[in-house]
C-alpha cells in the first residue's frame, strides 16, 4: 500500500501520464485518418486510369499501431452494405464468399448480435444485387461491379469528409474558431 504522503504525488504522475495518453491517442487517429484518405484517393485515382496502385506492405513488427488500429475499426462505423462495398472495392481485391465477407467485416469492426452474421451479410448481398446492382456472384464468390466501384468510391469521399468534420469540432479542439 501507498503511503498517504506518496499518494498525491502518484496521483499527479497518473493524471499527466493519462493527458499524454490522450494527445498520442489524437495524433494517432489524425495520422490513420490522413493515411486513410490517401490509399483512398491513390486507389480512386488508379482506377481510373486503368493501373493497379501498389501500397507499400508494412511489418506488422515495424509498426503495430497501423496493423492493429486501422485494421480493427476500419468499418466500425459505416453500415454492413456500405462495409460489403468498401470491402470488395479494395485495390487488388479478388472475389470473395460470404463467409470471406462476413470474417473480413467483423475483423473491421462491424458488431453483430445476429446468431448466424454470414447469412446477415448473404441476404445483404442478395438485396444489393437485386435492388442496386453494385455486387455480383459467380460460383459462390461475390464482387463489385463498376456501378458498386461508383459507389464506392462516393462513399469513401463520405467517409474522408466525416472525418474532417469530425477533426474540427472534436472534443479536445481547443483551436481558434474558422472564419
Known amino acids: 500500500m501507498v503511503s498517504e504522503n506518496l499518494k498525491p504525488q502518484y496521483d499527479a504522475v497518473l493524471k499527466d501520464l493519462g493527458a499524454e495518453r490522450v494527445e498520442l491517442h489524437r495524433e494517432v487517429s489524425d ?26 506492405v508494412l511489418n506488422p513488427q515495424d509498426n503495430l499501431l497501423q496493423a492493429g488500429i486501422a485494421e480493427v475499426q476500419k ?14 472495392n ?19 469492426g462491424i458488431k453483430t448480435k445476429a446468431a448466424s452474421f454470414v447469412n446477415t451479410v448473404s441476404t ?4 444489393m444485387k437485386k435492388t442496386t446492382g453494385d455486387v455480383d456472384v459467380i460460383e459462390a464468390k461475390w464482387f463489385v461491379t463498376e456501378k458498386g466501384r461508383s459507389h464506392a468510391d462516393h462513399i469513401a469521399g463520405k467517409l474522408r469528409r466525416r472525418a474532417t468534420r469530425s477533426e474540427k469540432v472534436g472534443l479536445f479542439d481547443v483551436g481558434e474558431p474558422e472564419s
Open 124 to 127: 445483404t448481398l442478395s438485396n
Open 31 to 56: 495520422l490513420q485518418r490522413k493515411l486513410k484518405e490517401l490509399d483512398f484517393t491513390i486507389a480512386s485515382l488508379s482506377r481510373r486510369l486503368g493501373i493497379i496502385p501498389v501500397f507499400p
Open 75 to 88: 468499418y466500425s462505423s459505416v453500415s454492413i452494405m456500405w462495409a460489403i462495398l468498401l470491402e470488395l
Open 90 to 108: 479494395k485495390p487488388n481485391g479478388a472475389p470473395m464468399s460470404a463467409q470471406e465477407i462476413a470474417d473480413a467485416l467483423q475483423a473491421g
